[in-house]
Protein backbone atom coordinates (compact mmCIF):
# COMPACT_ATOMS: atom_id res chain seq x y z
CA UNK A 1 0.00 0.00 0.00
CA UNK A 2 2.78 2.12 0.81
CA UNK A 3 4.18 1.82 -2.82
CA UNK A 4 1.26 2.22 -4.54
CA UNK A 5 -0.54 5.52 -2.97
CA UNK A 6 1.98 7.31 -0.81
CA UNK A 7 2.52 10.05 -3.81
CA UNK A 8 -0.95 10.57 -3.46
CA UNK A 9 -1.02 11.38 0.19
CA UNK A 10 2.00 13.12 -0.11
CA UNK A 11 0.04 15.76 -2.75
CA UNK A 12 -3.06 15.89 -0.50
CA UNK A 13 -1.16 17.20 2.48
CA UNK A 14 0.55 19.35 0.39
CA UNK A 15 -2.77 20.86 -0.96
CA UNK A 16 -3.83 21.24 2.71
CA UNK A 17 -0.45 22.61 3.72
CA UNK A 18 -0.83 25.18 0.86
CA UNK A 19 -4.57 26.55 1.77
CA UNK A 20 -3.71 27.19 5.20
CA UNK A 21 -0.53 29.16 3.32
CA UNK A 22 -2.88 30.30 1.24
CA UNK A 23 -5.32 31.67 3.88
CA UNK A 24 -2.34 33.35 6.33
CA UNK A 25 -1.34 35.43 3.06
CA UNK A 26 -4.85 36.56 1.64
CA UNK A 27 -6.86 39.59 3.47
CA UNK A 28 -8.59 38.76 6.76
CA UNK A 29 -6.31 36.08 7.62
CA UNK A 30 -6.47 36.91 11.58
CA UNK A 31 -10.73 36.81 10.95
CA UNK A 32 -10.48 33.47 8.96
CA UNK A 33 -7.86 31.72 11.51
CA UNK A 34 -10.56 32.64 13.99
CA UNK A 35 -13.24 30.70 11.98
CA UNK A 36 -14.74 27.30 13.18
CA UNK A 37 -13.72 25.93 10.02
CA UNK A 38 -10.24 26.95 10.61
CA UNK A 39 -10.11 25.72 14.11
CA UNK A 40 -11.61 22.20 12.22
CA UNK A 41 -8.73 22.31 10.08
CA UNK A 42 -5.85 22.65 12.70
CA UNK A 43 -7.45 19.74 14.85
CA UNK A 44 -8.00 16.96 12.08
CA UNK A 45 -4.40 17.63 11.75
CA UNK A 46 -3.66 17.10 15.47
CA UNK A 47 -5.59 13.64 14.74
CA UNK A 48 -3.76 12.82 11.97
CA UNK A 49 -0.79 13.61 14.13
CA UNK A 50 -2.09 11.05 16.83
CA UNK A 51 -0.95 7.97 16.06
CA UNK A 52 -4.27 6.61 17.04
CA UNK A 53 -6.19 3.84 14.77
CA UNK A 54 -9.66 4.74 13.24
CA UNK A 55 -8.37 8.46 12.74
CA UNK A 56 -11.18 9.15 9.46
CA UNK A 57 -13.92 8.37 12.13
CA UNK A 58 -12.50 10.26 15.00
CA UNK A 59 -12.08 13.22 12.31
CA UNK A 60 -15.39 12.33 11.33
CA UNK A 61 -17.10 12.44 14.79
CA UNK A 62 -14.77 15.68 15.29
CA UNK A 63 -16.50 17.72 12.72
CA UNK A 64 -20.18 16.18 13.78
CA UNK A 65 -23.03 17.95 15.14
CA UNK A 66 -23.05 16.31 18.88
CA UNK A 67 -26.52 17.53 20.32
CA UNK A 68 -29.52 14.83 20.02
CA UNK A 69 -32.59 16.81 19.02
CA UNK A 70 -33.80 18.32 15.74
CA UNK A 71 -33.35 21.91 14.84
CA UNK A 72 -35.83 24.53 14.12
CA UNK A 73 -36.70 24.60 10.40
CA UNK A 74 -35.29 27.02 8.07
CA UNK A 75 -36.75 27.61 4.42
CA UNK A 76 -35.13 27.37 2.35
CA UNK A 77 -33.01 24.99 4.17
CA UNK A 78 -29.47 26.37 5.04
CA UNK A 79 -26.48 24.09 3.31
CA UNK A 80 -24.31 22.35 5.44
CA UNK A 81 -20.62 23.93 6.34
CA UNK A 82 -18.76 21.13 6.58
CA UNK A 83 -18.08 21.57 10.45
CA UNK A 84 -20.43 22.01 13.39
CA UNK A 85 -20.20 25.82 14.38
CA UNK A 86 -20.65 25.58 17.86
CA UNK A 87 -18.02 22.94 18.64
CA UNK A 88 -16.38 25.24 21.08
CA UNK A 89 -19.21 27.17 22.57
CA UNK B 1 -22.63 -7.08 -14.05
CA UNK B 2 -22.74 -4.44 -11.99
CA UNK B 3 -25.52 -2.73 -10.50
CA UNK B 4 -25.68 0.98 -9.43
CA UNK B 5 -28.76 0.87 -6.99
CA UNK B 6 -28.60 4.31 -6.55
CA UNK B 7 -28.17 6.88 -9.50
CA UNK B 8 -30.10 10.18 -10.91
CA UNK B 9 -30.06 9.40 -14.55
CA UNK B 10 -32.60 12.45 -15.13
CA UNK B 11 -29.91 14.42 -14.71
CA UNK B 12 -27.42 12.97 -16.69
CA UNK B 13 -27.08 12.65 -20.44
CA UNK B 14 -27.19 9.50 -23.00
CA UNK B 15 -23.50 9.18 -22.84
CA UNK B 16 -23.85 7.93 -19.71
CA UNK B 17 -26.25 5.67 -20.22
CA UNK B 18 -23.53 4.33 -23.05
CA UNK B 19 -21.45 4.44 -20.97
CA UNK B 20 -23.28 2.69 -18.03
CA UNK B 21 -23.61 -0.24 -20.43
CA UNK B 22 -19.73 -0.46 -21.44
CA UNK B 23 -18.76 -0.73 -18.03
CA UNK B 24 -21.22 -3.68 -17.46
CA UNK B 25 -23.52 -1.75 -15.58
CA UNK B 26 -26.92 -3.00 -17.11
CA UNK B 27 -29.09 -2.26 -14.01
CA UNK B 28 -29.78 1.17 -12.43
CA UNK B 29 -32.20 2.23 -9.45
CA UNK B 30 -33.54 5.95 -9.15
CA UNK B 31 -34.77 7.18 -6.47
CA UNK B 32 -36.75 10.63 -6.00
CA UNK B 33 -34.88 13.66 -5.13
CA UNK B 34 -34.36 17.13 -5.20
CA UNK B 35 -34.29 18.44 -8.47
CA UNK B 36 -31.21 21.41 -7.61
CA UNK B 37 -34.49 24.00 -7.12
CA UNK B 38 -37.33 23.82 -4.99
CA UNK B 39 -40.84 22.85 -6.52
CA UNK B 40 -44.26 24.89 -5.90
CA UNK B 41 -47.11 22.53 -6.19
CA UNK B 42 -47.49 18.72 -5.98
CA UNK B 43 -48.53 18.58 -9.76
CA UNK B 44 -44.64 19.71 -10.07
CA UNK B 45 -43.83 15.88 -8.17
CA UNK B 46 -46.71 14.46 -10.36
CA UNK B 47 -44.80 15.20 -13.05
CA UNK B 48 -41.41 14.16 -11.91
CA UNK B 49 -42.85 10.73 -10.80
CA UNK B 50 -44.56 10.21 -14.33
CA UNK B 51 -40.74 10.94 -16.07
CA UNK B 52 -39.31 8.27 -13.46
CA UNK B 53 -41.43 5.59 -14.01
CA UNK B 54 -42.15 6.27 -17.57
CA UNK B 55 -39.68 8.37 -19.07
CA UNK B 56 -36.40 6.97 -17.95
CA UNK B 57 -36.93 3.27 -18.12
CA UNK B 58 -37.75 3.81 -21.93
CA UNK B 59 -34.50 6.36 -22.21
CA UNK B 60 -32.35 3.19 -20.43
CA UNK B 61 -33.76 0.90 -22.76
CA UNK B 62 -32.17 2.30 -25.56
CA UNK B 63 -28.49 1.21 -24.53
CA UNK B 64 -29.90 -2.23 -22.98
CA UNK B 65 -30.08 -0.86 -19.10
CA UNK B 66 -33.02 -1.58 -16.63
CA UNK B 67 -34.02 1.17 -15.12
CA UNK B 68 -35.74 0.86 -11.92
CA UNK B 69 -36.66 3.50 -8.92
CA UNK B 70 -38.31 4.92 -5.89
CA UNK B 71 -40.70 7.55 -5.78
CA UNK B 72 -41.34 10.18 -2.00
CA UNK B 73 -41.08 13.40 -1.26
CA UNK B 74 -37.52 14.17 -0.52
CA UNK B 75 -36.41 15.68 2.63
CA UNK B 76 -34.84 18.75 1.12
CA UNK B 77 -38.54 19.66 -0.33
CA UNK B 78 -39.70 18.52 3.15
CA UNK B 79 -40.25 21.79 5.23
CA UNK B 80 -43.09 23.15 4.16
CA UNK B 81 -45.68 20.90 5.87
CA UNK B 82 -48.60 21.71 3.74
CA UNK B 83 -46.78 20.88 0.18
CA UNK B 84 -45.52 17.71 1.42
CA UNK B 85 -49.26 16.74 2.72
CA UNK B 86 -50.52 17.57 -1.08
CA UNK B 87 -47.57 15.20 -2.55
CA UNK B 88 -48.07 12.31 0.23
CA UNK B 89 -51.75 12.27 -0.93
CA UNK B 90 -50.57 11.59 -4.38
CA UNK B 91 -48.22 9.61 -4.27
CA UNK B 92 -49.73 5.77 -3.62
CA UNK B 93 -50.96 6.20 -7.09
CA UNK B 94 -47.45 5.66 -8.32
CA UNK B 95 -46.44 3.04 -5.99
CA UNK B 96 -47.66 0.36 -8.11
CA UNK B 97 -46.47 0.60 -11.18
CA UNK B 98 -44.14 -1.80 -12.60
CA UNK B 99 -40.87 -0.65 -12.49
CA UNK B 100 -40.96 1.18 -8.68
CA UNK B 101 -38.94 -1.12 -5.53
CA UNK B 102 -40.35 1.28 -2.74
CA UNK B 103 -40.55 4.71 -1.16
CA UNK B 104 -36.93 6.62 -1.19
CA UNK B 105 -35.03 8.42 -0.83
CA UNK B 106 -36.45 9.85 2.57
CA UNK B 107 -34.84 11.13 5.18
CA UNK B 108 -32.97 14.03 6.75
CA UNK B 109 -31.28 17.01 5.36
CA UNK B 110 -30.76 19.67 8.02
CA UNK B 111 -32.39 17.72 10.85
CA UNK B 112 -35.07 20.11 11.24
CA UNK B 113 -38.57 18.79 13.16
CA UNK B 114 -40.98 19.06 9.66
CA UNK B 115 -38.32 17.26 7.97
CA UNK B 116 -38.88 14.58 10.82
CA UNK B 117 -42.64 14.55 10.77
CA UNK B 118 -42.59 14.38 6.93
CA UNK B 119 -40.05 11.28 7.80
CA UNK B 120 -42.28 9.66 10.35
CA UNK B 121 -45.45 10.06 7.42
CA UNK B 122 -43.65 8.11 5.07
CA UNK B 123 -42.19 5.81 7.31
CA UNK B 124 -45.61 4.98 7.91
CA UNK B 125 -47.09 4.72 4.56
CA UNK B 126 -43.69 2.34 3.61
CA UNK B 127 -45.15 0.27 6.60
CA UNK B 128 -49.11 0.16 5.88
CA UNK B 129 -48.02 -0.38 2.41
CA UNK B 130 -45.48 -3.52 2.86
CA UNK B 131 -43.21 -1.31 0.71
CA UNK B 132 -38.56 -1.47 0.95
CA UNK B 133 -37.83 1.79 2.00
CA UNK B 134 -34.59 3.78 0.90
CA UNK B 135 -33.37 6.37 2.88
CA UNK B 136 -30.96 9.31 2.64
CA UNK B 137 -28.99 10.74 5.63
CA UNK B 138 -27.41 14.43 5.60
CA UNK B 139 -24.28 15.80 4.51
CA UNK B 140 -21.44 16.69 6.30
CA UNK B 141 -21.93 17.95 9.93
CA UNK B 142 -25.04 16.55 10.33
CA UNK B 143 -24.46 13.14 8.98
CA UNK B 144 -23.93 11.44 12.46
CA UNK B 145 -27.14 13.50 14.03
CA UNK B 146 -29.35 12.70 11.46
CA UNK B 147 -28.48 9.39 11.08
CA UNK B 148 -29.13 8.16 14.82
CA UNK B 149 -32.52 10.53 14.32
CA UNK B 150 -33.79 8.34 11.03
CA UNK B 151 -32.70 5.09 12.94
CA UNK B 152 -35.25 6.41 16.09
CA UNK B 153 -38.02 7.11 13.80
CA UNK B 154 -37.78 3.42 12.39
CA UNK B 155 -37.61 1.87 15.48
CA UNK B 156 -40.63 3.69 16.59
CA UNK B 157 -42.50 1.93 13.52
CA UNK B 158 -42.46 -1.87 14.27
CA UNK B 159 -44.20 -2.65 11.56
CA UNK B 160 -41.60 -2.18 9.42
CA UNK B 161 -38.57 -4.37 9.57
CA UNK B 162 -35.13 -3.24 9.42
CA UNK B 163 -34.02 -5.78 6.86
CA UNK B 164 -36.30 -3.58 4.46
CA UNK B 165 -34.27 -0.54 5.22
CA UNK B 166 -31.27 0.64 3.03
CA UNK B 167 -29.56 3.52 4.91
CA UNK B 168 -27.56 5.30 2.28
CA UNK B 169 -24.45 7.45 2.40
CA UNK B 170 -23.03 6.12 5.20
CA UNK B 171 -19.17 6.85 5.95
CA UNK B 172 -16.76 5.71 9.01
CA UNK B 173 -18.82 7.25 11.92
CA UNK B 174 -22.19 5.87 10.64
CA UNK B 175 -21.66 2.40 9.34
CA UNK B 176 -21.45 0.24 12.57
CA UNK B 177 -24.78 2.77 14.32
CA UNK B 178 -26.59 1.54 11.09
CA UNK B 179 -25.54 -2.09 10.91
CA UNK B 180 -26.53 -2.32 14.73
CA UNK B 181 -29.74 -1.32 14.24
CA UNK B 182 -30.31 -4.19 11.67
CA UNK B 183 -30.32 -2.29 8.60
CA UNK B 184 -28.66 -2.64 5.15
CA UNK B 185 -25.83 0.04 4.41
CA UNK B 186 -25.30 1.80 0.94
CA UNK B 187 -21.65 3.48 0.84
CA UNK B 188 -22.04 6.17 -1.53
CA UNK B 189 -19.14 7.20 -3.93
CA UNK B 190 -19.11 11.09 -4.59
CA UNK B 191 -16.50 13.42 -5.16
CA UNK B 192 -15.75 15.94 -2.34
CA UNK B 193 -19.11 15.32 -0.16
CA UNK B 194 -18.95 11.55 0.42
CA UNK B 195 -16.50 9.42 -0.14
CA UNK B 196 -13.83 7.95 -2.78
CA UNK B 197 -13.97 4.75 -4.03
CA UNK B 198 -10.64 4.06 -2.27
CA UNK B 199 -12.35 5.05 1.17
CA UNK B 200 -15.04 2.95 0.60
CA UNK B 201 -13.11 -0.13 0.37
CA UNK B 202 -11.25 0.73 3.49
CA UNK B 203 -15.07 0.26 4.90
CA UNK B 204 -15.84 -2.83 3.27
CA UNK B 205 -12.21 -4.14 4.82
CA UNK B 206 -12.92 -3.26 8.04
CA UNK B 207 -16.87 -3.32 8.56
CA UNK B 208 -17.31 -6.29 6.26
CA UNK B 209 -18.78 -7.10 3.05
CA UNK B 210 -22.48 -8.21 3.78
CA UNK B 211 -25.45 -6.18 3.98
CA UNK B 212 -23.51 -3.44 2.03
CA UNK B 213 -23.84 -1.69 -1.67
CA UNK B 214 -22.00 0.74 -3.11
CA UNK B 215 -23.43 3.40 -5.39
CA UNK B 216 -22.47 6.21 -7.32
CA UNK B 217 -25.69 8.52 -6.41
CA UNK B 218 -24.64 10.65 -9.76
CA UNK B 219 -26.82 13.48 -10.65
CA UNK B 220 -26.93 17.19 -11.45
CA UNK B 221 -23.72 18.19 -9.42
CA UNK B 222 -19.98 17.20 -9.66
CA UNK B 223 -20.33 13.03 -9.62
CA UNK B 224 -19.05 9.80 -11.55
CA UNK B 225 -21.50 7.43 -13.32
CA UNK B 226 -19.37 5.30 -13.39
CA UNK B 227 -17.59 5.49 -9.79
CA UNK B 228 -18.84 1.86 -8.88
CA UNK B 229 -17.04 0.33 -11.43
CA UNK B 230 -13.95 2.11 -10.38
CA UNK B 231 -14.74 1.05 -6.99
CA UNK B 232 -14.60 -2.68 -8.50
CA UNK B 233 -11.34 -1.41 -9.91
CA UNK B 234 -9.81 -0.50 -6.79
CA UNK B 235 -10.76 -4.01 -5.04
CA UNK B 236 -9.20 -5.98 -7.48
CA UNK B 237 -6.25 -4.03 -7.29
CA UNK B 238 -5.85 -5.01 -3.46
CA UNK B 239 -6.41 -8.47 -4.42
CA UNK B 240 -9.81 -8.47 -2.85
CA UNK B 241 -11.42 -12.38 -3.86
CA UNK B 242 -13.25 -12.00 -7.07
CA UNK B 243 -16.26 -13.50 -5.60
CA UNK B 244 -16.46 -11.08 -2.46
CA UNK B 245 -16.21 -7.98 -5.45
CA UNK B 246 -19.10 -9.57 -6.85
CA UNK B 247 -21.00 -10.22 -3.69
CA UNK B 248 -21.00 -6.43 -3.12
CA UNK B 249 -21.52 -4.62 -6.96
CA UNK B 250 -23.97 -7.39 -7.86
CA UNK B 251 -25.65 -10.06 -5.10
CA UNK B 252 -25.93 -7.63 -1.81
CA UNK B 253 -28.38 -5.26 -4.67
CA UNK B 254 -29.73 -8.23 -5.79
CA UNK B 255 -30.63 -9.48 -2.06
CA UNK B 256 -31.79 -6.63 -0.99
CA UNK B 257 -34.18 -5.04 -3.79
CA UNK B 258 -35.41 -9.06 -4.46
CA UNK B 259 -37.33 -8.15 -1.30
CA UNK B 260 -39.77 -6.35 -4.07
CA UNK B 261 -41.90 -8.27 -5.91
CA UNK B 262 -40.85 -5.94 -9.02
CA UNK B 263 -37.78 -6.32 -9.00
CA UNK B 264 -36.18 -9.18 -11.12
CA UNK B 265 -32.35 -9.60 -11.36
CA UNK B 266 -31.05 -9.75 -14.79
CA UNK B 267 -29.26 -13.28 -15.82
Request: glycine share 6%; net charge negative; with cysteine.
Amino acid sequence: MLELDFLDCRSRLLEVAAFLDRIDRYPDAELARSDFRYRAVIDLVEVIRSGRQQRTLEMLTLLSDPTPAPVADQLPPGKALGAWRHRDH
Amino acid sequence: MIIDPHIHMVSRTTDDYAALALHGIKVVTEPAFWAGYDRKTADGFADYFEQLTVAEPARAARFGVRHYCWLCLNPKEAVDLALAWEVLQILPQYLDRPSVLGIGEIGLNRNGANEVKVLEWQVEMAAERNELVLVHTPHMEDKLKGTRLILDVIANEPRLHPDRVLIDHAEEHTIRIIRDRGCWVGITLYPLTKCTPARAVDMLETAGFSRVWLNSAADWGISDPLAVAKAGAEMRRRGIKPQQISDVLYGNPVSFLSQSPRFAAPC
